[in-house]
């Protein structure tokens, strides 16, 4: 069982905010509570941030779907940026995930089509003229 680097997740995060046209966030490693280095990622806004951590999963406890891999992705700042590392992060290590931030749904567990599907619908809320 290990952690995935900080250079993996770099890779996948910025291969997906390269494809959406998106400025490539800074990632870094940073304290984390007493649990150590984590890496965090940092959009050009004020509020586009997150701490990422993805390990895999001991094969004992994957409880559905054959899971790999767990994640935690933890923010206070824009959901949006925050489900657009999730989603580069689902990926290229699961195929499903539980969305309990409620980033794009009203939480529960969602596959990565159901949850590349919600994120679509809230970037077009958000471009939409009100």
Request: contains cysteine.
């Amino acid at each position: 069982m290990r952690d995935i680097s900080n250079a993996e997740i770099e890779l996948v995060v910025m291969e997906e905010f390269s494809r959406r046209g998106l400025k490539s966030p800074k990632l870094s490693l940073r304290p984390y509570g007493k649990g150590g280095l984590v890496t965090y990622v940092e959009g050009v806004g004020k509020e586009e941030w997150c701490w990422v951590r993805v390990y895999e999963w001991p094969s004992d406890l994957s409880l559905n779907f054959d899971l790999r891999y767990a994640c935690s992705i933890e923010s206070r700042g824009s959901d949006i940026f925050s489900a657009i590392v999730s989603l580069s992060i689902l990926k290229a290590f699961g195929n499903v995930i539980i969305d309990d931030a409620q980033y794009v749904s009203e939480g529960g567990e969602m596959t990565l089509s159901e949850f590349s599907n919600a994120l679509e619908g809230k970037l077009a809320e958000t471009k939409s003229p009100e």
